[in-house]
Nanobody, 114 residues
Framework: QVQLVESGGGLVQPGGSLTLSCVAS????????MAWYRQVEGLERELVAVITSEGSTNYANSVKGRFTVSRDNAKNTMYLQMNSLKPDDTAIYYC????????WGQGTQVTVSS
């Protein structure tokens, strides 16, 4: 059963913006915190941002001040607004429940290039 679906990626120029969406099953979303991750081919998956059920957030130092994570509990959806994008933000972005990792979705590709 597919429980995590990411969307919104694409090709943008440095300095541009994108907003990603993650739709999760109700059982996952209502259980507590949700998180965004990203992965570059050949490297480990990296934690990008976390948001609790109450809306408290934490970010990786590499994206702090540029990315904003939010959630809509009624829609079982988490968002990642990405501003001032850099080439090193290029990766496949995934979402999951950090307390109990489920089967990963397909992710959504973000490419930042001139």
């Amino acid at each position: 059963q597919v429980q995590l679906v990411e969307s919104g990626g694409g090709l943008v120029q440095p300095g541009g913006s994108l907003t990603l969406s993650c739709v999760a099953s109700g059982s996952i979303f209502s259980s507590g915190p949700m998180a965004w991750y990203r992965q570059v081919e050949g490297l480990e998956r990296e934690l990008v941002a976390v948001i609790t059920s109450e809306g408290s957030t934490n970010y990786a130092n590499s994206v702090k001040g540029r990315f904003t994570v939010s959630r809509d509990n009624a829609k079982n959806t988490m968002y990642l607004q990405m501003n001032s994008l850099k080439p090193d933000d290029t990766a496949i972005y995934y979402c999951n429940a950090p307390w109990s990792i489920r089967t990963w979705g397909q992710g959504t590709q973000v490419t930042v290039s001139s």
